[in-house]
């Protein structure tokens, strides 16, 4: 089955950047999206289809995925980012998702 | 604006069946995949499977023996069916909705709307 592969977790400061990434064989070749989900609440979708942001997702969420290595960017990070992350893709018949990614917001 | 809504009950003893239900409202149940996920305390994110409302399914390969999803198309609802649980079936399960398609050659799979999850915990 295929897997997909994603730090426990990321630091970042207020104001800078944070990348969390996502591994998986040959993922490139597959579309990649990802969900956010704050403590106690429902994830909510904010990259899908590699890069493209749903309505109401602000604009510094941003998505790539070549090779190996989908990442999700989020640029002059806030407060409000700090969340768990899970990235997603399809495969064959089967939804997988990567084991998450605790960003805390220092 | 789409919303959904899980329902059933919050407590089913090992060896029974667990029943939920995702109501959809504010649109169409038509034309959308209905995914089901769940979430033991503390851990990630677990694809049951899902439901295409033509009634094609796809389940989770190691839950598969154990899964029935169906829907209702007239009262706009999705039910999962969950048999011979234990301890280890306990988490919020949620309701999502999948879109799906392909785009230069390859799938893509994702979940735009998701319920508020329900609770479920398997003890005697």
């Known amino acids: 089955s295929y897997e997909l592969t994603q730090p426990p977790s990321v630091s970042v400061s207020p104001g800078q950047t944070a990348s969390i990434t996502c591994s998986g064989d040959?993922?490139?070749?597959?579309?990649t999206c990802w969900y956010q989900q704050r403590p106690g609440q429902s994830p909510v979708m904010v990259i899908y289809?590699?890069?493209k942001r749903p309505s109401g997702i602000p604009e510094r969420f941003s998505g790539s995925n070549s090779g190996n290595t989908a990442t999700l960017t989020i640029s002059g990070t806030q407060a409000m980012d700090e969340a768990d992350y899970y990235c997603?893709?399809?495969?064959?018949?089967?939804?997988?998702f990567g084991g998450g990614t605790k960003l805390t917001v220092l | 604006q789409v919303q959904l809504q899980e329902s059933g009950p919050g407590l089913v003893k090992p060896s029974e069946t667990l029943s939920l239900t995702c109501t959809v409202s504010?649109?169409?149940?038509?034309?959308?995949?209905w995914s089901w996920i769940r979430q033991p305390a503390g851990k990630g994110l677990e694809w049951i499977g899902h439901?295409?409302?033509?009634?094609?399914?796809n389940y989770n390969p190691s839950l598969k023996s154990r899964i029935t999803m169906s829907v209702d198309t007239s009262k706009n609802q999705i039910s999962l069916k969950l048999s011979s649980v234990t301890a280890a079936d306990t988490a919020v399960y949620y309701c999502?909705?999948?879109?799906?398609?392909?785009?230069?050659?390859?799938?893509?799979?994702?979940?735009?709307?998701w319920g508020k999850g329900s609770t479920v915990t398997v003890s005697s």
């Open positions: 289809q590699d890069n």
């Open positions: 040959k993922l490139g070749e597959r579309y």
């Open positions: 439901i295409y409302t033509s009634g094609n399914s």
């Open positions: 997603q893709a399809w495969d064959s018949t089967s939804v997988v």
């Open positions: 999502a909705r999948g879109n799906s398609g392909s785009y230069n050659r390859w799938v893509y799979f994702y979940m735009d709307v």
């Open positions: 504010g649109g169409s149940i038509s034309s959308h995949y």
